[in-house]
């Protein structure tokens, strides 16, 4: 159990950092360097590790078999007037993060489903598993367009200019009430959407790896 755990909850850090660093690395392809010049792409955990949401959120939520697990990495920044693209770079760059989460998905989740070819052990194969899922979950659960998740940025260009009003003055309210309005959001979501979104995860998670369950 306490292999399992530790194993799972560095498969999540280095998740998320890597969630993070794509973030700046699409900013930065894109005529932003704020990331890059603060430091922020580099593959130093230290430098995006949040101790709150990277470590001990996730220690509690899965040593208290919560049944849920997720945290989160410093924000990486950066400046969207200084972004080639202004209708769609921000919306590409919150996309790198989620993009990334689903290429780890599908290359570990291959490597289950080939592992008898690649005659990899049950050990590799079971801490594979973990990364898949903390992947899926992450990726799916940042596309919710809700701030400040990775979707509520990734949403805005396609909708019209009137709504697109709308709906970044919502986002700005939302934000005023910063890790409280987050913390209440986290509280709704496990309560009440938690069920079919856990259900969609795993239902991914067995596509990819041929895999009923953890």
């Given at each position: 159990m306490?292999?399992?755990?530790?194993?799972t909850?560095?498969?999540?850090?280095?998740?998320?950092?890597?969630?993070?660093?794509?973030?700046?690395?699409?900013a930065?392809?894109?005529?932003?360097?704020?990331?890059?010049?603060?430091?922020?792409?580099?593959?130093?955990?230290?430098?995006?590790?949040?101790?709150?949401?990277?470590?001990?959120?996730p220690?509690l939520?899965?040593?208290?078999n919560?049944?849920?697990?997720?945290?989160?990495?410093?924000?990486?920044?950066?400046?969207?007037?200084n972004?080639?693209?202004?209708?769609?770079?921000?919306?590409?760059?919150?996309?790198?993060g989620?993009?990334?989460?689903?290429?780890?998905?599908?290359?570990?989740?291959?490597?289950i489903r080939?592992?008898?070819?690649?005659?990899l052990?049950s050990?590799?194969?079971?801490?594979?598993?973990?990364?898949?899922?903390?992947?899926?979950?992450?990726?799916?659960?940042?596309?919710?367009?809700?701030?400040?998740?990775?979707?509520?940025?990734?949403i805005?260009p396609?909708?019209?200019?009137?709504?697109?009003?709308?709906?970044?003055?919502?986002?700005?309210?939302?934000?005023?009430?910063g890790?409280?309005?987050?913390?209440?959001f986290i509280f709704?979501?496990?309560?009440?959407?938690?069920?079919?979104f856990?259900?969609?995860?795993?239902?991914?998670f067995?596509?990819?790896?041929g895999?009923?369950?953890l």
């Amino acid at each position: 159990m306490e292999f399992t755990a530790i194993a799972t909850i560095a498969a999540l850090i280095v998740s998320i950092i890597l969630h993070e660093m794509a973030h700046g690395y699409m900013a930065d392809w894109l005529g932003d360097p704020t990331a890059r010049l603060q430091g922020r792409l580099s593959p130093n955990p230290l430098v995006h590790i949040d101790p709150l949401g990277s470590v001990v959120i996730p220690a509690l939520l899965l040593f208290s078999n919560a049944g849920i697990l997720f945290g989160w990495a410093k924000p990486v920044p950066y400046n969207p007037y200084n972004l080639r693209d202004q209708k769609w770079g921000e919306a590409m760059v919150a996309a790198a993060g989620p993009a990334v989460n689903l290429a780890l998905a599908l290359l570990f989740g291959m490597m289950i489903r080939f592992s008898e070819v690649l005659s990899l052990n049950s050990a590799f194969i079971e801490l594979s598993s973990y990364i898949v899922y903390i992947n899926i979950l992450l990726a799916f659960f940042n596309m919710i367009p809700i701030p400040p998740l990775d979707g509520s940025k990734i949403i805005q260009p396609f909708l019209p200019f009137t709504l697109q009003i709308k709906y970044r003055s919502f986002v700005h309210a939302f934000e005023r009430w910063g890790l409280i309005g987050t913390f209440i959001f986290i509280f709704i979501f496990i309560n009440i959407f938690w069920a079919p979104f856990s259900k969609l995860v795993f239902g991914v998670f067995s596509l990819l790896t041929g895999l009923n369950g953890l």
